[in-house]
T-cell receptor, first 113, second 112 residues
Framework: QKEVEQNSGPLSVPEGAIASLNCTYS??????FFWYRQYSGKSPELIMS????GDKEDGRFTAQLNKASQYVSLLIRDSQPSDSATYLC?????????????FGTGTQLKVEL | DAMVIQNPRYQVTQFGKPVTLSCSQT?????MYWYQQKSSQAPKLLFH???????NEADTPDNFQSRRPNTSFCFLDIRSPGLGDAAMYLC???????????FGSGTRLTVV
């Protein structure tokens, strides 16, 4: 089982719709959860972090965390073509982890006009 | 602006010819990381420095080495690049604790 799993997509949504991106993780001791956006050929850019169960909103982005289900999600409201990118889920876990992040393979999002 | 800078953006090297990638930061973060990312794959941690303490991942090939001469700079040395080492190499920094990373722009390495 991979430590961090994401559906690779592509996930296609029409402009203005809500995009829902999902991620599961294997280490129950994980403490910090991050979403990065990565445009093709570019480096990852941090867009959201979440540390406790529930929802965290920042502009059009909402991160949701459910530690009991080992599940974290990212909602993008009013999706725009500029949101088309790969979204990487990253988890900071305890086991020998220190500050290390483990990344999923990412979900490719396509926002269509 | 405080940032993480990687040089060069694109690097072409010959099979077996040593190559060095560089990373500098103005964020004064004490932790620096090197990740390798191949197409459609997750970034894979190669090693990281916690201050001057070097931490190598168990599956990082011996062909990869790193140096951190001071807080601001970190280098990735590939002693004998193979075709399988072609990838994007990402440098990142962070403070300690439950915080995310700041990535540099990456270096795209091509091996010919």
């Amino acid at each position: 089982q991979k430590e961090v799993e994401q559906n690779s997509g592509p996930l296609s949504v029409p402009e203005g719709a809500i995009a829902s991106l999902n991620c599961t993780y294997s280490d129950r001791g994980s403490q910090s959860f991050f979403w990065y956006r990565q445009y093709s050929g570019k480096s990852p850019e941090l867009i959201m972090s979440i540390y406790s169960n529930g929802d965290k909103e920042d502009g059009r982005f909402t991160a949701q965390l459910n530690k009991a289900s080992q599940y974290v999600s990212l909602l993008i409201r009013d999706s725009q073509p500029s949101d088309s990118a790969t979204y990487l889920c990253a988890v900071k876990n305890r086991a020998g982890g220190g500050n290390k992040l483990t990344f999923g393979t990412g979900t490719q999002l396509k926002v269509e006009l | 602006d405080a940032m993480v800078i990687q040089n060069p953006r694109y690097q072409v090297t010959q099979f077996g010819k040593p190559v060095t990638l560089s990373c500098s930061q103005t964020l004064n973060h004490n932790v620096m990381y090197w990740y390798q990312q191949k197409s459609s794959q997750a970034p894979k941690l190669l090693f990281h420095y916690y201050d001057k303490d070097f931490n190598n991942e168990a599956d990082t090939p011996d062909n990869f080495q790193s140096r951190r001469p001071n807080t601001s700079f970190c280098f990735l040395d590939i002693r004998s690049p193979g075709l399988g080492d072609a990838a994007m190499y990402l440098c990142a920094t962070s403070r300690e604790g439950n915080v995310g990373y700041t990535f540099g722009s990456g270096t795209r390495l091509t091996v010919v």
